[in-house]
């Protein structure tokens, strides 16, 4: 059995958009992970949730516990479901933010390549003998909403993040064979509610992906 590891934000978490006061979660079999579980079979594959909402690459909040910075605790993550046969990196969305200063595509890109050397540092990999496989998943483009707070957060965020699947291929471009990468843009959208968030349509639409995906990087049918 190959065990996955998704390690993400809010929308590897499974938020609902628009919940911001309640933070309500769509169930196992909404969320992408747990249908693309049942996508890949339950025997030959085993996906494990790692989302957290608010995780941003390499980032601290002010005035948030610590524990959201993407690069912080992946060591020991890693570890705790090692032997792991691919870790799927999708983070970014965060770091557009406001409170960062308005980071670009390059500070998200950078961020990534810190995730990407932490992961290739370990043995948690097949056998516990190498390190894991990485996917990278260019995150799709943030939505227009009506929902004020989210346009004040993340204001002018997709002209800021213009060349990021670009700068992310040319960066996975530059390690060997067992980093991969996709850009989610062109197949999903997010929700019109938030501009953030995976409805369940986005939420099965990227499990078909990272199933197609998934099947391809280890040469399945």
């Known amino acids: 059995m190959r065990s996955i590891l998704c390690y993400g934000d809010s929308n590897t ?13 769509f169930d196992r079999n909404t969320r992408w992970t747990g249908r693309l579980q049942q996508l890949l079979g339950l025997t030959d594959f085993y996906v494990i949730e790692e989302g957290l909402n608010g995780r941003t690459t390499n980032l601290d909040y002010g005035d948030k516990p610590d524990g959201r910075r993407g690069t912080e605790f992946l060591s020991p993550i890693l570890y ?23 980071r670009t595509s390059q500070h998200i890109t950078q961020g990534i390549k810190e995730i990407i050397d932490i ?3 370990t043995n948690f990999g097949p056998k516990m003998q190498k390190p894991p496989p990485i996917l990278i998943v260019s995150m799709p483009k943030v939505v227009d909403t009506d929902c004020d707070s989210v346009l004040e957060m993340f204001a002018h965020a997709n002209e800021r993040i ?8 040319t ?5 060997d064979d067992d980093v991969f990468f996709v850009d989610a843009s062109p197949h999903i959208q997010l929700s019109p509610v938030d501009g953030i968030h995976f409805d369940k349509r ?6 078909l992906l990272m199933n197609d995906t998934i099947r391809k990087i280890f040469n399945l049918a």
């Open 119 to 121: 992961i290739r540092s």
């Open 13 to 25: 978490w499974g938020f609902v958009p628009g919940t911001f006061g309640t933070r309500e979660r």
């Open 162 to 169: 213009e060349n990021l699947a670009t700068e992310l291929k």
């Open 171 to 175: 960066l996975v471009d530059q390690y």
């Open 80 to 102: 705790t479901h090692s032997p792991l046969d691919l870790v799927i990196v999708m983070l970014g969305v965060n770091d557009l933010k406001k409170e960062f200063n308005h």
């Open 202 to 207: 986005a939420h099965e639409q990227f499990a």
